[in-house]
């Protein structure tokens, strides 16, 4: 057990949660995935928080909710918003059904063929077309295929759903959240939303 998950009756005990973490690692964050390296490791596309309800302070989910049916990404936002704290502070960034599908109406070819670090295309298929259905109809990213894609109206119901009264749509690198510069990435094809408790 990692010293700073303190667990109490069968909770663990954290003031800020970055779901899905991946590889990434943000000041004061505890991270939560299903892949080795986590602080947490958990599948949180089949299991609900591990934190007491009213006891998160911020919970931040960076281009991983589209990973998730539908119905479990309202249960995720639904588990984000019993743990947080009156006035805690959710920030979800996911990929921008509205904007990816602008581009491939657009013809933005500099986007659709765009290649990652590792030199590896990020949208897999020879033409526009495949590269936007791909990415449409189940976009793999470490062996997970995408499950559902959302413009802001869709997230944020979800969010007014789960019983969040304040919600936004900010701009990159613009929240109430400290470290926002390590959490925010990919504006050209994202979109942030922020809610309060």
Known sequence: MLPYLIRHTGYFQVDKVNLCCGP?????????????????VMD???????????????????????YFSRARAQESINETYRVLKPG???RFSVQDMES?????VEKDTDFFFQRLSSGRE???????GDKFAAWFYGYVSNGHP?????DYESLSFLFKQA???QIERRDYMSSRLEHIDQIDNRPEQMFFLEAVK
């Open 163 to 165: 019983g969040f009264s």
């Open 44 to 66: 949180l596309s089949k299991r609900d928080l591990p934190f007491h309800s009213n006891s998160v302070e911020a919970v931040v989910c960076t281009s991983a909710i589209n």
């Open 100 to 104: 990816i599908s602008r581009r491939y």
């Open 122 to 128: 990020r949208f897999e298929g020879p033409t526009l």
């Open 88 to 90: 805690g502070v959710a």
């Open 24 to 40: 990434q690692k943000v000041p004061g964050y505890r991270g939560i995935d299903a892949a080795m390296g986590a602080d947490l």
């Open 146 to 150: 995408t499950r559902y894609f959302f």
